[in-house]
């Protein structure tokens, strides 16, 4: 451990003690005195968490800061969680994946439950005419018909 500190001028004594018992500098990089890593300044923290969220396949919060924790001592999680919640491809991905709306027509038995469509062909040259179409959901049966009038008799 190399101990070269450049204590900010100004402060007071027992500050400059404590900084010095939690940081020191190794090759120009402040170290985590108790973790002997290195602590992300502020201008880095962009880059980092680029490195290792998008390009590790846009991780979620604890996988990157288990990934972030093998290099660096400790995480600003408030700021990391910030980063992932702004991510436009993860924003993309929870709607993507998020699950459909509505409830699943179940039938279980055939004609149980009947789709129909009344089809008009009024505006034809042929003149007017109608078709209804009904579709079986349990089987997918499918049947249509020619109809006079639009009006149950
Ligand atoms: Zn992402």
Same mark, same amino acid.
């Given at each position: 451990?190399?101990?070269?500190?450049?204590?900010?001028?100004?402060?007071?004594?027992?500050?400059?003690?404590?900084?010095?018992?939690?940081?020191?500098?190794?090759?120009?990089? %402040?170290?985590?005195? #108790?973790?002997? #890593?290195?602590?992300?300044?502020?201008? !880095?923290?962009?880059? %980092?968490?680029?490195?290792? /969220?998008?390009?590790?396949? /846009?991780?979620? =919060?604890?996988?990157?800061?288990?990934?972030?924790?093998? %290099?660096?001592?400790?995480?600003?999680?408030?700021?990391?969680?910030?980063?992932? #919640?702004?991510? !436009? =491809?993860?924003?993309?991905?929870?709607?993507?994946?998020?699950?459909?709306?509505?409830?699943?027509?179940?039938?279980?038995? =055939?004609?149980?439950?009947? =789709?129909?469509?009344?089809?008009? @062909?009024?505006?034809?040259?042929?003149? !007017? @005419?109608?078709?209804? /179409?009904?579709?079986? /959901? @349990?089987?997918? @049966?499918?049947?249509?018909?020619?109809?006079?009038?639009?009006?149950?008799?």
């Amino acid at each position: 451990m190399t101990n070269n500190y450049t204590i900010i001028p100004g402060i007071d004594a027992k500050l400059k003690s404590q900084i010095k018992g939690l940081f020191y500098l190794k090759n120009n990089i %402040i170290m985590c005195s #108790k973790k002997n #890593k290195p602590i992300i300044i502020l201008s !880095e923290l962009d880059e %980092i968490f680029k490195k290792h /969220h998008n390009d590790k396949n /846009h991780t979620g =919060v604890n996988t990157t800061i288990k990934s972030i924790e093998t %290099i660096y001592a400790t995480v600003p999680v408030n700021k990391l969680k910030d980063y992932i #919640k702004n991510c !436009e =491809v993860c924003s993309l991905k929870t709607t993507l994946l998020k699950a459909p709306t509505g409830k699943a027509i179940k039938s279980t038995a =055939v004609w149980g439950q009947v =789709v129909m469509d009344l089809i008009d @062909f009024s505006s034809t040259p042929d003149g !007017e @005419f109608k078709l209804i /179409h009904f579709k079986d /959901h @349990f089987s997918k @049966f499918t049947y249509a018909t020619p109809l006079i009038s639009k009006q149950g008799e």
